[in-house]
């Protein structure tokens, strides 16, 4: 074993002998359905406190991660108290039974990856497109250039849209240029409990080291959650002070605008908007379609052009619904081997499709005001500024195209004449003919709209 790699106590069983006794504890707790895949992993050694487990490929390990990581590092806490976490590896080869465990490879390692920090999220494996383009952007260029390009570099936006993978693959791309960097990423929650334990514990002079003197560049995740929580902000901004002062790099993540997070400090709002706000929004039809083929690509799953956008058409909310649409679908064609059809995931993905719902006009009123980012009510006002009344004009022509309504009863609901609307309805067929830009946004409202 490379000696960067840390041995496991000489008190502690083999890998295993640990692994073993937690698929019995699992066995005699009747969770049956939960060996189905936990035996198909092997253990490889025990490193860094962690029990490292062979998997067969990266979509096996992902869906093991998230359905059963919290099972299995709660049995191994009762174990063996030392051990605070599982690990994974891909490995070659048949994984073999429980009864006949082979021997631990040895796993080469160069240097520690900052803790945390999860290999997976790097630029490589981010699709940009128009919606995230600035922040993918400004991501690098701090990654190239840490502490000088963008500081800080603050990105927000809606939850699942992909700020973390960014974050991380600043974090990544950095340490793999150089892993002297000593790299922090932690969520402001993380921050926020580490603060209170130190000062609880009178280790004060602990923390403000790790933040501010062993810190080359800072990583806080859903920084919006230190609002309202006093001491801990003035903790952090004299931590911020002091790495901006020093040009460490310092990068953010927000469910929102500094000036919308509530009981944000003043000062706080100011050294955040220093640098570079950008935003990442909810990708396009086009964009979804996209990043289910270059994931399943990078996999190794060979994903059918149909079935990418069957799953693009009905997962429009965010990328880690899509991810997670994907990572379950491979992970039963892993294990059961049956063809990756449209009618494949319709039944392995039924449980988190959309329901199908009747669209009527007051759907398409909520999903184009959503979508335009203005009211309903206003869709329905007599106000002609143009960005409004195309608006209320695309909504018109949804209407008419996606409905049974007639021309009088859709000009009810927006209170206009049913000549109004049949105006409307003639425009926007030739500006869809004519005009990309609208094509697209038509095309991408009716995608939305068709999964309700």
């Known amino acids: 074993m490379n000696a960067l790699a840390q041995a496991p106590s000489p008190s502690l ?71 605070g976490r599982v690990a994974y590896e891909v490995v070659v080869g048949p994984p073999p039974s429980s009864a ?62 992909g700020k973390t993978h960014l974050l991380q693959a600043v974090g990544n791309h950095i340490w793999e240029k150089d892993p002297t960097q ?13 603060y209170v334990e130190s000062v609880r514990e009178h280790r004060m002079t602990d923390f403000r080291r790790k933040f501010r003197e062993e810190c080359d560049v800072l990583l806080i995740d859903d920084i919006q959650f230190l609002g309202k929580r006093e001491e801990t902000q003035k903790e952090f901004f004299y931590t911020f002070e002091t790495l901006f002062g020093l040009n460490k790099a310092i990068v953010l993540t927000s469910d929102m605008v500094p000036a919308e997070v509530p009981g944000m400090e003043d000062r706080l709002r100011s050294r ?33 052009d149909p079935v990418a956008h069957f799953i693009a058409k009905h997962v429009q909310k965010n990328v880690r619904e899509l991810e997670g649409a994907l990572v379950k679908l491979s ?12 009618e494949f995931a319709s039944q392995v993905l039924r449980d988190i499709l959309p329901a199908q719902r009747t669209v009527d006009v007051e759907a398409i009123q909520r999903e184009v005001a959503r979508f335009y980012k203005v009211t ?17 004009q695309v909504a018109m022509y949804l209407s008419r195209k996606l409905t049974k309504s007639s021309f009088p009863e859709i000009a009810s609901r927006f209170n206009k004449d049913h000549s109004t609307v049949i105006s409307a309805v ?3 067929e030739g500006l869809r003919e004519t005009d990309a830009a609208v094509h697209r946004d038509l095309s991408e409202l009716e995608t939305k709209l068709g999964g309700m």
């Open 13 to 83: 069983p083999s890998a295993g002998v640990i692994w073993t006794r937690t698929l019995e504890a699992i066995r005699q707790e009747g969770l049956h359905y939960a060996l189905t895949w936990l035996e198909r992993m092997r253990p490889m050694e025990v490193r860094e406190n962690a029990l490292v487990l062979g998997v067969p490929d990266r979509f096996f390990r992902d869906w093991v991660d998230d359905h059963y990581r919290a099972m299995l590092e709660t049995h191994l806490a009762r174990l063996e108290p030392s051990l």
């Open 100 to 161: 006949d465990l082979p021997p631990a490879p040895t796993v080469k390692v160069n240097s520690l990856r900052p803790a945390r920090l999860n290999p997976r999220f790097t630029f490589d494996t981010y699709v940009v497109a128009d919606s995230n383009q600035l922040p993918a952007a400004a991501a690098q260029a701090v990654a190239h250039r840490p502490g000088h390009n963008y500081n800080p570099l603050y990105i927000y936006g809606g939850t699942g849209l």
């Open 182 to 194: 000593r790299i922090v990423y932690l969520s402001s929650e993380q921050f926020t409990n580490e």
């Open 272 to 304: 955040f908007a220093m640098g570079l706000m950008a935003d990442i929004r909810e990708p396009t039809y086009e964009t979804r379609v996209a990043i289910l083929q270059k994931k399943a690509e990078q996999e190794g799953l060979n994903l059918p």
């Open 331 to 342: 992970a039963m064609h892993s294990l059961t081997r049956q063809p990756v059809t449209e």
């Open 376 to 392: 309903v009510e206003a869709l329905k006002e007599d106000r002609r500024h143009k960005a409004l009344a195309h608006a209320r």
């Open 426 to 428: 003639r425009k926007v």
